[in-house]
């Protein structure tokens, strides 16, 4: 009965590899997101769908590509990876765009690049 | 989460008050939050506030806005040892074509015995 699912928990990978994380939401959200969690905490957006239209694409490299096949799915992509892309990349969803929505977050993706 | 600041660091005992200060620059936004996260976990909301108020409370814990300082504080009364996580504030800001939540940098509250 998980809310907001991510796969994989951990990813460990070498640099230049391509690599995709998996988000799913089971509450019947309009609204999806991403977001990276850098290794001092800071959290910042990176993306935003809204019914898989792309409303919120904040200045992120174009080796990051998300992907949304369908409103319970949001997807991240991210290709020759970067020493620097390590981080935990977390989900969200919510019912409206609007922030005054609350926002539920997925438990996190912790990708760590050698 | 440069543009919302809160100190890194709170220590308390069980059983005292915690409060944790943020500072804010969006003088429109709309709606102002606290999420809670705990150690390899997501982010859970905690609480949030409208603008035009200026206090929450909801059980242990009190919500204050001051929106003349831009200042948010969230006060924990009883702190437990289960309260120990990083705390972010964040506010509702607008963007190009819709709103988006801008995080504080986190204060990591730790309760000893």
């Known amino acids: 009965d998980t809310a907001v699912s991510q796969t994989p928990k951990y990813l460990v990978t070498q640099m230049g590899n391509d690599k995709s994380i998996k988000c799913e939401q089971n509450?019947?959200?309009?609204?999806m997101y991403w977001y990276k969690q850098d290794s001092k905490k800071f959290l910042k957006i990176m993306f935003s769908?809204?019914?898989?239209?792309?409303?919120i694409n904040e200045t992120v490299p174009n080796r990051f590509s998300p992907k949304s096949p369908d409103k319970a799915h949001l997807n991240l992509h991210i290709n020759s990876l970067e020493l620097g892309d390590s981080a935990v990349y977390f989900c969200a969803s919510s019912q409206d765009p609007p922030a005054s929505e609350t926002q539920y977050f997925g438990p996190g993706t912790r990708l760590l690049v050698l | 989460g440069e543009d919302v600041e809160q100190s890194l660091f709170l220590s308390v005992r069980e059983g005292d008050s915690s409060v944790i200060n943020c500072t804010y620059t969006?003088?429109?936004?709309?709606?102002l939050y606290w999420y809670k996260q705990e150690p390899g976990a997501g982010l859970q909301l905690l609480t949030y506030?409208?603008?035009?108020?200026d206090m929450k409370q909801d059980q242990r814990l009190t919500v204050l806005l001051n929106k003349k300082d831009k200042h948010l504080s969230l006060r924990i009364a009883d702190t437990q040892t289960g309260d120990s996580a990083i705390y972010f504030c964040a506010e509702s800001r607008r963007g190009y074509n819709t709103d988006k939540l801008i995080f504080g940098t986190g204060t990591r509250l730790q309760v000893f015995p």
């Open positions: 509450l019947g959200h309009d609204t």
């Open positions: 969006d003088s429109s936004s709309t709606y």
């Open positions: 506030i409208f603008s035009n108020m």
């Open positions: 769908y809204n019914n898989k239209e792309l409303i």
